[in-house]
C-alpha cells in the first residue's frame, strides 16, 4: 500500500467516524474510500463493516453521559439489534448485494425527509422522559424497526445511522443528542456481530480496513463531544441535508 493510500484511508476513517457518530453517515466517507483503493463492491462492503464495528467502540465510550437513564431500552433493543445484525451478515455472505440496492435510495432519502420534518428539541440532554400511555404498542414499533434496520446493517450498512436515527427520533420521546447516543449504541452491536460473521467467512481486507479504522476510532470519539456543542436543530438539519445527499449518490450508482 502506497502512502498517499494509506492516508487517503486514515482520513476517509476520521470523517467518517465523526460524521456517523454525530448523524450514522458514515459510509458517506468510508465505502467510497474503500472503492477507491480498488477492493470489490461486496468486500468493501463487509471491510466497511468491520472498521465501522471497531469504531463504534470509541464513540459508545464517548456518549455515557447521552447514555445516561437508557439502559432498559439498550436491554431491550440491544439484543433486537445483535440478532438483526447476524441474520443480515448471513444474507450477504448467501445472496447477491444487488438485492438492496435498488431500495435503498429511497429509504435512506424517506428517513432525511422524516429528520427534516421531526422535532429533536422534546427534552433537554441528559433527561429522561416519561413515555406517552400507549407504551407497548411504541416499543412493538419501535422493536419492529429496529430489527429491520439492524439486518440491513448487517446486510448492506450504507445509511443505516440515518434509518436508525429517524426512527428513533419519530419514535422515542427523546432529544436528538440522546436519541443519537442510543443508535450509536444499538448499531455498534449490529455491526460487531457482523463484523465477527464477516471476520470468520467474508472477503475482509485487513490490509485497508486497518488504516480505515484507525481513523474511524479518532473520529468516532471526537463525535460526541462535537454533537454536544452544536445546536440540535442545526444538527438535525444538517444530518438530514447530508441524508437526501447520499440517497442521490445511491440512487445514481443503483440506477
Known sequence: MTPGLFALLVGAGVAAGLVGSIGGLASLFSYPALLAAGLPATSANVTNTVSLAVGSISTVTSSRPELAGQLPRVRRLGLICALGGAAGAGLLLVTPAGV?????PFLVAGASVAMLLSNGDRSPAGVDVTEPADTTGRRLLVAAGVLAVAVYGGYF????????LALLLTTLPESLIRVNALKNLLLGLSNVIAAVGFALFGPVSWSTALPLTCGLVLGAWAGPWVARRLPSRLLRIGIGLAGLSLAAKLGWNAF
Open 100 to 104: 438492496f440496492e435498488r431500495i435503498v
Open 157 to 164: 450498512g450504507a445509511a443505516a445511522g440515518v434509518l436508525m
